[in-house]
């Protein structure tokens, strides 16, 4: 995954939640885009609020292995 892949996604108006699906099978879902962070300069790492949880998820994009649309309801 690319920075600018992801930025497209996090930027999108309307902006649609969105689950990350990580190498190792675990799933990051964004709800709203203030949930994601990423510094300015293009580094590869981006942190992810995880609602519920008052904590954050730093995640090495070169590990993201997809972007799944949708608010990850079933």
Not at 27 to 50: K, M, Y
């Amino acid at each position: 995954m690319t920075i600018d892949q992801l930025r497209k996604v996090h930027q999108a108006t309307p902006f649609r939640p969105f689950t990350l699906q990580i190498a190792d099978g675990n799933e990051v879902h964004v709800p709203h885009p203030e949930f994601l962070w990423f510094p300015p300069q293009g580094s590869r790492t981006i942190f992810v609020a995880t609602p519920g949880q008052e904590g954050v998820k730093i995640i090495d994009l070169l590990l993201v292995a997809s972007i799944e649309l949708g608010d990850g309801k079933p």
